[in-house]
């Protein structure tokens, strides 16, 4: 493991503004996986929503609970977490796979405004989705991960991201406020050596990342947590930056050096290891404009969240906000919500009230910008003459 010391380089590009890096949609074709034009892959959605207003998700997000056993510094969710503790039951978790599964949905992402991995029965729920045909995808702070998961993960998940944000116990501890730093590194190797072990029958393998949400007090941290995680075992590390919203802001001014510390940890790149940095967020954050060119959230047909509580969400920030909500799962099932007029009202009055409580950058945005320019171009004449 690499202790953070003074093997780390100097900053690179000195003297250069990060923020001169263009933030063309286009241009974030390398991060892969968390690239907006992956949208343009369901081409038959995109059809669809055009042709009658609306289609299926093509991503559902899921909280399995909403507790958590970490008490991150500047947690989004914390209010929400921890006066209203929720976890959905097992009967509610396996009717939603049937329903996902009968309307066409493609992927399942288990997070939430907690720890997902709190709540029990989330492991045989697990391998349910995975029955229906359903790819599945978790982010997890990585701490209550066990050996049955690890076997679940490598065998059945697209993906696995911890959220380690930090390289040393010191910072772990400052960040997320616990004492399990070892414990969780541990649980990442433990899923490299599964993954690299484990025999799919189509031959692909679990992708495992390593995520960095860049703070003012650990940002320093960005280049010995990018050799930390290549050295675990992971195919990649995610950096970030965070991003306050309902809530007193912070100074962006040290996102400059971040840019900067992102820059120096890409010499660790090597054939199997990545350094996915979202740098546009740092550009735009910096810039304050957040380069929102649209006004309407296009995204939200082709993904949703259903949080801990039951309730179907707008997007996964509007958490909490029962005036975006389509509708309860402890109540209903979820192709009724999908199809109800409690959904096309909250869609109303979010049209309505624009984008006034919607983060900045959030998680929809390049996909906005992108479908913006989809479902909005008017297309001319000589329409085969590209």
Known sequence: ????????????????????????IW??????????????????????????????????EVDPSNACNH????????????LNVKRLSKE??????????????????????GEP??????????????????AQGIATNGSLVTPAHNEVFADRFVYARFSVDAASKAMHRTIHGSNDFERITK???????????????????????????AHPENYKEIYDATRLARDLGV????????????????????????????????DLETDSFRVLALEYKFNDLLMGSYNRTYSFCWGHPFMTTVSADGYVNFCCHTRGLKEYTFGNVNKDRFTDIWAGEERREAIDRMRRDGLTNCPPNCKYHMINQTLEQVLTSQVGAHTDFL
């Open 117 to 134: 991995l709190v709540n029990r029965g989330c492991l045989e729920a697990f391998i349910y989705y995975h029955g229906k045909g359903l």
């Open 187 to 213: 649980n990442i190797e433990s899923l490299c050596r599964a993954r690299d072990a484990a025999k799919r029958p189509n031959g692909d393998r679990l992708t495992v990342g390593f995520s960095f949400l």
């Open 1 to 24: 493991m690499t202790s953070v010391g003074s093997s780390q380089p100097a900053p690179k590009g000195a003297g250069n503004d990060p923020r001169e890096t263009s933030n063309a």
């Open 235 to 266: 195919d990649y590390i995610q950096i970030k930056p965070v991003v306050m919203h309902r809530k007193d802001q912070i100074d962006h001014s040290y996102f400059t050096s971040c840019l900067h510390y992102i820059h120096t940890a890409r």
């Open 71 to 82: 008490h991150c510094l500047r947690c989004t969710f914390e209010d929400y977490h921890e």
């Open 27 to 60: 241009e974030t074709a390398h991060l892969q996986q968390f690239a907006p034009q992956k949208i343009l892959q369901h081409l038959d959605r995109i059809k669809e929503y055009l042709d009658t207003g609306d289609t299926v998700p093509i991503t559902v």
């Open 92 to 113: 509610v978790l396996f009717a939603l796979a049937d329903d996902f599964a009968d309307m066409g949905v493609k992927a399942v992402v288990w997070t939430g405004g």
